[in-house]
Every structure is written in C-alpha cells, then in structure tokens.
C-alpha cells in the first residue's frame, strides 16, 4: 500500500492552496471543540455554582457563538472539498485511458477489456472514498488536538487520564488495520472476478446456448458468486474489531474520568472543570475517534484497495527487450486442404428461396432426405414488428450446401438463428436432420449441428484454455486430436 499513501499524498501536495483554504476553515470548525469544556466550566464554577446565573447564561451565550462559527466552518470545509478531490478524479481518469490507450496499442497489445469497469466504477468509488477520507481524517485531527488542548488548560492531569486510552484505541486499530486491508482486498478481487465470469457469459451467450453448454456456465458463474459472498462475510467480521477500538479509545476515557473524578476533586479541580473535561470527551474526543474509526475501516479501506488495483493496472511498463531478429527467408510450405473440405467436392452456390411467401428454388423437388427443413416460417423481433420471414420455405438435401448473400437486415442472421435453433419462430417449423428443432433439448441440438458465428471470441488465458473453455476437464490430447482433424493452422 506505499504506493497508494505516495500516490494520495502527492496528489494533496499538488493541491496545497486548496488544501490550506480547507485547513484554515477546519480551524474555524473546531472552534466549539476548543472552546466547549473551558466554556461549560466557567459557567458552572462562576455562575451558577457561585449564585450568579446572569454569568452562567452569559457563558453558555458564548458557547453558542462558538458553535455558530464551527457551523460556517464546517459548510465552507464541504464547498473546498471538491478543490481537491475533482483534480483528483479527473487525474485518475486521464491515468486510466492513457494506460487503456498504451495497452492496445502496443506492440503485442490487446484491449483492455477492464478499463471500462475501472474508468466508469472504481474510479467512483476512489473520488467518493477519497473525499470522505479526507474529511474523516481531517475532521479527527482538528476536534482531538482541540479537545486535548481544552483539557490541558483544565488540567493536565486530566488530559493524561484521558490521553491514554485513546492513544491506546488509536494504537489497536493502526494494528487491524493490515488485516482489514487484506480482507477488502478479497472482496475486490472476488468482485472483479464475478465481473470477468459474468461478461464472458453474456458475451458468448449465443455460443454458449449452441454448445448446449449453460449448465456448465452457469456453475462456473456460480462458483464466482459464491467467492465473492465468502469475501463480503469474512469483511463484515471485521466490524467486530472496530467495536472494539471505539470501546477502548472512545468509552473507556469517558469510564476512566468518571472513575478518577472524585480523586480530581480532592487534588483541588472543580466541579465545572469535571464536568468540563466530560464535554470535551463526550462531544469531542469520542464523535471524532467514531467518525475516524467508521470513515477509515469503511471508505477507507475501498479507497486504499480500489485505487491499489488502478495504480497496478495502469502502471506504466518497464523498457521492453528489443525484437527477436526475423529467421532467414525460407521456401513456403504449401497450404494443405482442410480434411473436412476434402470429404465434399466443391457444391455449387445455391440461391436462396424468396424471404416472403412459399415457393421458389429452395423448395424440396425431389425424395432425397434432407438435412434441414424450414416450411411456413414466419419470425419477427416483436408483436408487431415487419417479419423478417414470412411463410418462408427452403430444404436443404443431406451433403448440399447453401450461401446466402444479401445487404445488412436481410435476415442472413436470422436465417441461420432458427436453422440452429436458436431463434424460435412465431409460425411454421424447422426440423434439423429429420427431427424438430422446438423443444429439443440445448444438449441433444448442440450435437445435430454445428455454427460458426461471425463473431470471433477470444477469452483471456493460453490457446489450450480457450479452445477447453466449455469443456475444462477434457485431456489435452482429445483437444489436440480435434486440432488435427480440423486441419493444421497455417499462416
């Protein structure tokens, strides 16, 4: 994490007027943090202890100009916040697409396939964090040395009763704090792999549901879903050490100035200045620890692991070794056919049947059995959209073959979607190798037909996992049999 606190640190060091107007307001806000406990004492011990409750109301007057002017403080911290954190998004933002931009374009690149989700989420998620960190921490800084300075001037005593247990609360959770840190790490990795999981799904559908392959891909979905909710669990069982640090930090001064109160007295302090101390702890020191405690382990873990995953995915590369030198020119091999093509002569280019109405060359002429069969189909995306097909014939006999060639939307794709069953009709039937497509089984149409999208998918992962991406369990030589059969790659 050094490079995220250098990262964030440097931003603010780039920011240092906005940051100063923000500090300068931040005094203004803790002014009622000061000022609280001397005020209640005053009023206390010269006023109505002392039979004058003109001067105890006076003061009291004075502590609510006080808190007036740590309201104006406190509005004018918000409207310099987005000073600083605005640039700081806007800088994220240019890293982001500058390493999106690098990647692709590189030699050897590839898309980035997951700067959009850092660009559009997680860059969110670091501004919003980002800002409320700093007003968490901020806000800590300015109200504790205000209320420890109030209780120096009560009494030093005081301030050490109460010191040492929120230095000790501070203490326990800096030493949660690694912990706490790991366990939101996995909640984001667990996150991200869902995201990965489920965009592979949804990209691939088509295939997927033509391979027959869903349950295969919604276990592996499954799987990342499970993950992520173990994560989330194992974060929010953090909640207990926080518990703990506001117990230890915030509580127990709260318990100790109680319990050391009548020894106080006896050593000369007075009942106001008691009960001044109980205002500096009660309104001070113990929102400000909660308010840290809750900011930091909350926001602040996001932060700090969510700009973590963007500096790593953004950081710029490292020199590069130079090219290999090309091999000598050698004499090219000659491109071997295909044994699949070498089954079939080559067929002749088959027009197809007219779109609309029945009829034409692609009707059945003869008792030869037929592969594919299409009769009174008729489709359309919606109830009452134009049909694609309308009353649409066509037979293909067995070792034929069919191109259809045509502009954009004249329903090559859906020609081919219910051939595979993929689309089903509003009217008509289609029957694939002598039996109908409707209500089959994806399993049982996967092994009737075989399509080859125009899309081409290319997951992350080697060669061997992509071609096993349905299938991760077969061995490699049954991968490498159905390379062969398919015919050598050549170049």
């Known amino acids: 994490m050094s490079g995220v606190l250098r990262f964030a640190v440097g931003a603010l060091r780039r920011r240092s007027r906005p940051l100063g107007r923000l500090a300068a307001w931040s005094v203004a806000e803790a002014v009622p943090a000061l000022l609280a406990g001397q005020f209640t004492a005053r009023a206390v011990d010269q006023g109505f202890l002392a039979g004058r409750p003109g001067t105890g109301m006076a003061w009291l007057g004075a502590l609510a100009v006080t808190v007036c002017v740590g309201a104006v403080g406190t509005g004018r911290t918000y409207a310099r916040l987005g000073d600083i954190v605005e640039p700081f998004r806007d800088e994220l933002a240019h890293r982001v697409v500058a390493g999106a931009l690098h990647r692709s374009t590189a030699a050897g690149g590839r898309p980035d396939t997951a700067a959009v989700a850092r660009l559009t989420h997680q860059v969110e998620i ?53 912990a706490m840190v790991a366990r939101q790490r996995d909640y984001v990795r667990a996150d991200e792999r869902l995201g990965e999981a489920t965009s592979a799904a949804l990209t691939g559908h088509r295939d997927v549901t033509a391979c027959g392959a869903q349950d295969v891909v919604a276990a592996r979905v499954g799987r990342q879903i499970d993950r992520q909710a173990a ?56 929102p400000a620890l909660h308010s840290l405690v809750q900011g930091v382990a909350g926001g602040g873990l996001r932060f700090a692991v969510t700009l973590d995953r963007i500096l790593a995915a953004t950081a710029p590369p490292g020199p590069t070794a130079p090219p290999p030198r090309p091999a000598p020119p050698t004499a090219p091999l000659p491109r071997p056919t295909p044994p699949l093509l070498r089954q079939f002569p080559p067929a002749p280019l088959l027009r197809p049947a007219p779109l609309a109405g029945n009829g034409g060359p692609g009707r059945r002429t003869g008792h030869d059995p037929a592969r594919a069969e299409l009769h009174g189909v008729t489709f359309r995306y919606g109830p009452h959209a134009r049909p694609v097909l309308d009353g649409f014939d066509l037979t293909l006999p067995d070792g034929d073959h069919l191109a259809v060639v045509g502009p954009s939307g004249a329903g090559k794709s859906t020609l081919a979607g219910l051939l595979s069953g993929l689309l089903q009709p509003q009217a008509g039937s289609v029957r694939l190798a002598g039996a109908p497509v409707a209500g089959v089984d994806p399993g049982t149409l996967a092994t009737r037909r075989v399509l080859i999208p125009q899309e081409a998918y290319v997951f992350a992962g080697t060669l061997l996992e992509n071609l096993r991406y349905l299938r991760p369990e077969v061995e490699e030589s049954r991968v490498a049999a159905a390379v062969e059969r ?6």
């Open 126 to 178: 670091v501004r919003d964090t980002f800002g409320g960190l700093v007003m968490v921490v901020r806000g800590f800084l300015f109200a504790a040395t205000a209320a420890l300075l109030g209780l120096l001037s009560l009494d030093a005593v005081v301030a050490a009763v109460v010191g040492v247990p929120l230095v000790a609360g501070l203490v326990l959770f800096a030493a949660a704090l690694p």
């Open 486 to 491: 398919l015919g050598p790659a050549t170049t």
């Open 231 to 286: 994560a989330e669990r194992a974060l929010a069982r953090m909640a207990a050490l926080r518990s703990l640090t506001l117990a230890v930090g915030g509580w127990l001064p709260l318990a100790a100035l109680l319990l050391a109160a009548p020894w106080l007295v006896r050593r000369g302090l007075t009942a106001g200045a008691v009960l001044g101390a109980l205002v500096y702890v009660a309104t001070g020191l113990q």
